[in-house]
């Protein structure tokens, strides 16, 4: 009886152990698992438990597009932990796996603008931000359903409006306004030039 009570038990801690899936990866412990739970982490702001997801990611040989999205989100991650410098960084490394990743182009934009060490940080923002459009004109970012292509303007409006290029701002700020009268970014940028130009 012991034994065959001993050897059930047994059996039931490998199914649980099973069932457990090191980690909530559904026993798969691979790039493309960890990228999920990564990017699951992220939309829940818990973002130093997406950041050891995506690292674990890198582990485990990823192809150069799994790379590309692992670094995609440790820059997505650093940029809302305010490591601009860090975000800049793994953006930097996902476009060297896939320089079609408009996600790393956004973070890398919104990175730049956020640092505003001066003119170059807000031109390598333009530049970054207008990648995106090039990519995806109707751009959306799969991980936040409330960043879109018009988040991408008015990251430019900001941008132009700090260059001091006041009708590139006025319009991305235009653009932005005739599709979402309520974007506070836009409106921001819209009050700012209209104080400039009176």
């Known amino acids: 009886m012991d034994i065959k009570r001993g050897t059930i038990v047994t059996f039931l801690l490998l199914l649980l152990a099973a069932g457990c899936g090191g980690g909530g990866n559904g026993g798969q412990d691979t790039a493309s698992s960890h990228i999920t739970a990564g990017w699951n982490n992220y939309k829940i702001s818990a973002y130093d438990s997406a950041i050891s997801e995506f690292n674990k990611a890198l582990t485990l040989n990823p192809t150069d597009s799994e790379a590309s999205q692992a670094y995609c989100g440790l820059g997505w991650c650093y940029r809302q932990k305010g490591n601009c410098g860090e975000a800049i960084t793994k953006c930097d490394l996902a476009i060297g796996r896939n320089s079609s990743n408009a996600d790393a182009y956004l973070a890398k934009a919104s990175a730049y603008l956020s640092k505003g060490g001066g003119k170059s940080?807000?031109?390598?923002?333009?530049?970054?931000?207008?990648?995106?459009?090039?990519?995806?004109?109707?751009?959306?970012?799969?991980?936040?359903?409330?960043?879109?292509?018009?988040?991408?303007?008015?990251?430019?409006?900001?941008?132009?409006?700090?260059?001091?290029?006041?009708?590139?701002?006025?319009?991305?700020?235009?653009?932005?306004?005739?599709?979402?009268?309520?974007?506070?970014?836009?409106?921001?940028?819209?009050?700012?030039?209209?104080?400039?130009?009176?």
Not at 125 to 133: C, Y
Request: glycine share 2%; no cysteine; net charge negative.
């Open 121 to 198: 940080d807000f031109e390598k923002a333009v530049t970054a931000a207008n990648q995106v459009l090039i990519i995806n004109p109707s751009y959306s970012f799969p991980y936040d359903s409330n960043i879109n292509y018009l988040d991408v303007y008015s990251l430019l409006a900001v941008a132009h409006l700090n260059l001091g290029n006041y009708l590139e701002a006025r319009n991305y700020v235009d653009i932005v306004l005739a599709k979402d009268p309520n974007n506070i970014t836009a409106q921001r940028v819209d009050e700012i030039l209209k104080s400039i130009n009176q």
